[in-house]
């Protein structure tokens, strides 16, 4: 009986990069995903700053000279009604950006609420929470948002009412996601496994299912911004927004409304159409690059 | 597709008018606005009527309109009324009613969304599948490359982009309108190249916010057809590679992209009316627009009411036409 002699291990450890490098890493990899954040991080920035250094009163009417075009005094000009647009901008963001993260919140909440209802309990629920889904789907939500958005006394029409609208009808998307996804981790191993061990349904579903959801939900509420952003512009442009706040897309109404392009103005409307590109451009951008992060399926493949 | 499977789709589109047309006309009910009262509120302002006809006319045209009725009664009259497209009258054209005003405005929205759609759709598919097809030379694969990046641009800023461009500092062409102020409407060919000239930038910004969904959609859905046995045996009975692109692989590829059509009719119905509203085109966009101006509210529920059931209704055709196109689904 012979021994092989091996020779004396060599202790050589293999280098874990950390974990900054490793996220550097994968967004070389993931272009898209780094740019839409680097263009999200610099209008937060933009905001942010604004917002310290800015009066908001000046993105208000009667608070600057009228129609002045973009100046030192005035980086981005003013508007027909005596506005700042720089202020105006800056509170425009920022109102944009409530409405978003609020919309995106509430509606991913309930979406991923009714589609684990749907999916994790199934039966009767599910066909119900279903049906809804496809009824709802075919109809337009913009004409629905017109319609609830229309009858609302316009004093009413805040920048929560906003999204309120646009979150009502926008949670079947994220639900019947969140759904499908939860019916393929249903059916996976270790969660009978998790089951047989006697494991509550809350047990598994917060410890089991939830963090191997993480992805999707992200993508999920990513995707709801965008559509709440989306929404609510589209609202304002058609002139159903809070006429009062200088919200984005209520610039562009007003400009149309007084013939901006016809008068010469064309930085009014320009403008907050700039900022708009950014914000959806940048939301798009994130909401592709965690699709491939999630779904390692639709990776690019060239 | 079998009679069964027909009376269930014909079954949900029902549904699905019924459900918006329940909500369009529980939702107004809810809120505390009366439309009557602010439109002849707002008559009597300007002057014409004392206060106290104010009453009088209220109650009239509440009678005239059935509101005095009990709620269920209303809604059983409204969805008889829907049946037979009778959205009742405009609150601010008043002789006319809300049926008469989309009939008027119809054909110049339709006019646009088909020109745009089709154009929009041919154009973004053959791109995206050109960009998927590693036999295509370089630079055509990379023409695919500008409208992807202009996915995330919504029609609407197209719109007001295009004009800024185009209209405003090149003067090319006009800045909105259907036609150049103070020429009459005739039908001759200066007209028709006046109105076509007024066409170009909304069609355009149509167009361009629209491609690059369809080549994404396309892009991906060529390169899993690639990998598909028949191309490869295609490709091994040394067939030339124009007739593989376009038998073999355009064609399998494309059936998808149609089903994608229906459901992006939603997304397009509703952007080309903003754009239509921006140009100030007389399409129903630009209705919907004076109507929500004008506090009409039997206009603006009118017309979200008639593109709902327009949109079920196209959706639920695309179904029918699709095993038509798509044999393999015929039986499933």
């Given amino acids: 009986m012979s021994t092989i002699a091996l020779p004396p291990a060599e202790t050589t450890r293999i280098e874990q990069p950390g974990r900054a490098v490793r996220v550097m890493r994968y967004m070389r990899r993931n272009k898209g995903l780094a740019i839409g954040i680097l263009i999200l991080f610099g209008l937060t920035a933009f905001t942010v700053i604004g917002l310290m250094t800015i009066n908001p009163k000046h993105a208000y ?8 075009p973009p100046s030192w005094r005035y980086p981005f000009g003013t508007d027909f009604f005596g506005r700042d647009l720089y202020a105006a901008m800056v509170v425009g963001m920022w109102q944009t950006a409530v409405i978003g993260l609020l919309a995106g919140g509430i509606g991913t909440l309930v979406g991923v609420i009714f589609g684990f209802i749907s999916a994790y309990f199934s039966g009767k629920i599910d066909a119900s929470i279903r049906t809804v889904c496809q009824i709802l789907t075919p109809i337009p939500v913009l004409m629905i948002q017109v319609v609830i958005a229309g009858s609302l006394d316009k004093r009413d029409v805040t920048i929560l009412t906003m999204a309120m609208i646009v979150v009502l009808l926008a949670w079947m998307g994220p639900t019947l ?31 089991e299912i939830m963090p191997c959801l993480l992805p999707f939900i992200a993508a999920a509420f990513v995707a709801q911004v965008f559509a ?19 919200l984005l897309g209520n610039l562009i109404w007003a400009a149309q409304s007084q013939g901006a392009f016809f008068n010469g103005w064309w930085w009014w409307p320009i403008i907050p159409s700039v900022a708009m590109i950014l914000i959806l451009g940048s939301l798009a951008l994130i909401n592709m690059g965690l699709d491939e992060l999630a779904n390692p399926r639709v990776r690019r493949t060239e | 597709m079998t009679l069964k499977l027909a009376i269930r789709r014909l079954l949900f589109l029902v549904l699905v008018i019924w459900a918006a047309s329940t909500i369009v006309f529980f939702i107004p009910r809810l809120s505390n606005r009366n439309a009557l009262r602010e439109r002849f509120g707002e008559l009597a302002r300007t002057g014409g009527f004392s206060p106290q006809d104010l009453e009088k006319i209220i109650a009239s045209m509440q009678q005239q309109f059935g509101l005095d009725q009990p709620l269920l009664h209303q809604y059983w009259t409204y969805l008889g009324n829907i049946v037979r497209m009778d959205f009742g009258y405009s609150l601010y054209r008043y002789p006319s009613t809300v049926s008469e005003l989309i009939a008027q405005s119809l054909p110049w929205t339709i006019g646009l969304l088909l020109v745009t759609t089709i154009l929009s759709f041919i154009i973004g598919n053959l791109l995206g599948a050109v960009a998927a097809w590693p036999r295509a030379p370089r630079w055509l694969r990379l023409t695919a490359t500008p409208f992807i990046l202009l996915t995330g641009v919504p029609p609407v800023i197209m719109a007001i982009l295009l004009i800024f461009f185009i209209g405003f500092r090149l003067k090319w062409l006009p800045l909105g309108g259907a036609y150049s102020v103070g020429i009459v409407p005739t039908w001759s060919w200066s007209f028709a190249l006046d109105m076509l000239k007024h066409q170009i930038l909304p069609a355009l910004a149509l167009i361009f916010g629209s491609v690059g969904g369809w080549v994404l959609s396309m892009r991906g859905m060529g390169i899993t057809i690639q990998g598909e046995d028949y191309v490869n045996f295609a490709e091994h009975k040394g067939l030339t590679g124009g007739r593989i ?26 952007s080309a009316i903003i754009v239509e509203g921006l140009f100030g085109l007389p399409g129903i966009g630009n209705m919907l627009n004076l109507a929500i101006r004008a506090n009409d509210f039997p206009t603006i529920y009118g017309i979200v009411l008639f593109i709902t059931i327009a949109v079920a209704l196209l959706m639920t055709l695309v179904e029918f036409i699709y095993p038509l196109l798509d044999p393999r689904i015929k039986n499933s």
């Avoid at chain 1, 009417?61 to 002045?68: E, Q």
């Avoid at chain 1, 494991?199 to 579903?205: E, P, Q, R």
Wanted: charged share 15%; net charge positive.
């Fill in chain 1, 61 to 68: 009417p009667l608070s600057a000279a009228l129609k002045k």
């Fill in chain 1, 177 to 207: 996601v969140i759904r499908s996804q939860v019916l393929t981790m249903k059916e996976r191993q270790f969660v009978a496994v998790a089951k047989l061990s006697g494991v509550s349904d809350l047990g598994i579903i917060f410890k």
């Fill in chain 1, 228 to 246: 709440a952003v989306f929404a609510s512009f589209y609202l304002a442009v058609l002139g159903l927004g809070p006429l009062r706040e200088p």
């Fill in chain 2, 245 to 270: 692109f376009r038998d073999y692989y355009l064609r399998n590829a494309l059936l998808p992209q149609i089903t994608g059509l229906a459901l992006a009719l939603g997304t397009v119905i509703g």
